[in-house]
């Protein structure tokens, strides 16, 4: 239904810069919700931020909020992450996510479950 693609990841310097893009074809972009999460070797999947259809409604994890934004360019089918003052725990392969259902509640796009199609994901590496 959704084919996503994120990009944009690769190796920085820790208090380098990154910006992540997901690409997203097939379903009407605008039409759900967007999250990213993070996978670090021997970890869990991780919630980082999530972004309503509109882009009006916005949430980060308390270990990103200073640091990363999330956006949304509905008419590029485009989703972002802009990660700024980065550190060697932020290196993890980052996954963009759709979610149909377009849930809201910092709770509940937290959760992996919350989301219906994911990207094969993009490695970032920050080196200390």
């Known amino acids: 239904q959704v084919q996503l693609v994120e990009s944009g990841g690769g190796l920085v310097q820790a208090g380098g810069s990154l910006r992540l893009s997901c690409a997203a074809s097939?379903?009407?972009?605008?039409?759900?919700?967007m999250g990213w999460f993070r996978q670090a070797p021997g970890k869990e999947r991780e919630f980082v931020a999530a972004?309503?259809?509109?882009?009006?409604?916005?949430y980060l994890a308390d270990s990103v909020k200073v640091r990363f934004t999330i956006s949304r360019d509905n008419a590029k089918n485009t989703g972002y992450l802009q990660m700024n003052s980065l550190k060697p725990e932020d290196t993890a392969v980052y996954y963009c996510?759709?979610?149909?259902?377009?849930?809201?509640?910092?709770?509940?796009?937290?959760?992996?479950?919350?989301?219906?199609?994911w990207g094969q994901g993009t490695q970032v590496t920050v080196s200390s």
């Open positions: 097939g379903r009407t972009f605008s039409s759900y919700a």
């Open positions: 972004i309503s259809w509109s882009g009006g409604r916005k």
């Open positions: 996510a759709a979610d149909f259902n377009s849930r809201s509640g910092p709770s509940m796009v937290a959760r992996t479950e919350a989301y219906d199609s």
